[in-house]
């Protein structure tokens, strides 16, 4: 799987750790940025480059990004400004929003609030966000459909 990351300082170091692991696992990792933690740099652009990233892969090899910020809420509205990409944030507690946000809205970008979540806690998330599923149910598809023609 092609996977992007991008962050600001606010999840840097959070972001270098889940690098190791994805490469660990055998995943295809482009970094969008930050490449070096610079207190007080800004998320948007390097939100952008991995959304921008996601949206050229759509259509032809679909790929994900994960993406991490003070608490992934600006960083995933950035994202949620490209046509095809689709954000959720997690920033801990139940997993369930990550599960069902895959199966219900093949969400392809996941925002993961640094301050808010462990190593392990990330690590959990994005493994559900990588392994499950879209459930291609009809009204699932016919809603996403929807916000595409929002997007044009």
């Keep these: 799987m092609k996977i992007y990351l991008a962050t600001d ?52 090899a679909p790929s994900m990004a994960v993406i991490f910020g003070g608490s992934g809420v600006g960083e995933a509205i950035v994202a949620n400004r490209f046509a095809h990409v689709r954000a ?19 969400t392809n970008v996941l925002s993961i609030g640094a301050r808010f979540v462990t190593v392990n806690e990330a690590k959990q998330a994005v493994d559900l966000f ?3 599923p879209f459930s291609h149910a009809e009204r699932h ?12």
């Design 9 to 60: 300082h606010a999840g840097y170091e959070l972001k270098e750790q889940i690098k190791v692991y994805l490469e660990e696992e055998g995943h295809e990792v482009y970094d969008c940025g930050a490449l070096t933690l610079e207190q007080g740099d800004g998320y948007p652009e390097y939100m952008a480059r991995a959304a921008e990233k996601v949206q050229e892969d759509a259509f032809h």
């Design 88 to 106: 959720v944030v997690y920033a801990g507690g139940p997993l369930d929003v990550i599960k069902v946000s895959r199966e219900h809205n093949d």
């Design 130 to 132: 990588l392994l499950t």
């Design 141 to 152: 598809v016919d809603r996403i459909v929807e916000i595409e023609e929002l997007t044009k």
